[in-house]
């Protein structure tokens, strides 16, 4: 089981490096001690609350004007604003 999550974030993409115009499905959610202003138990909660769950599918609809942040984000049938630096916790393929 964890040889296959390995292999997972090997090919996935940060859904905070994506694009607009970007779609993928969520692999799972990995955030980093340090990357976001949450521990990482926190931030993983609250992704999860925001509909960000293992298969998901998810889009980049559109990016802010300076350093292209906060991005708005299709999840299933919702759409959320969110900073890139928590975006970066969100690994798609």
């Known amino acids: 089981m964890e040889l296959r999550q390995i292999d997972a974030t090997d090919r996935s993409l940060s859904l905070g490096e994506a694009r607009r115009g970007y779609r993928g499905r969520v ?3 990995l955030p980093i001690a ?3 202003r949450l521990a990482p138990s926190e931030m993983e909660r609250r992704l999860i609350e925001m509909g960000f769950i293992e298969g998901v599918e998810v889009s ?3 990016e ?3 350093g292209r942040d906060p991005i708005a984000v299709r999840v299933g049938e919702a759409t959320v604003a ?3 630096r928590d975006a ?3 690994l798609t393929e």
């Open 34 to 36: 340090g990357n976001g």
């Open 60 to 62: 980049v609809i559109h």
């Open 88 to 90: 970066m916790a969100i």
């Open 27 to 29: 692999v799972c959610i």
């Open 64 to 66: 802010g004007p300076f």
């Open 82 to 84: 969110m900073r890139r």
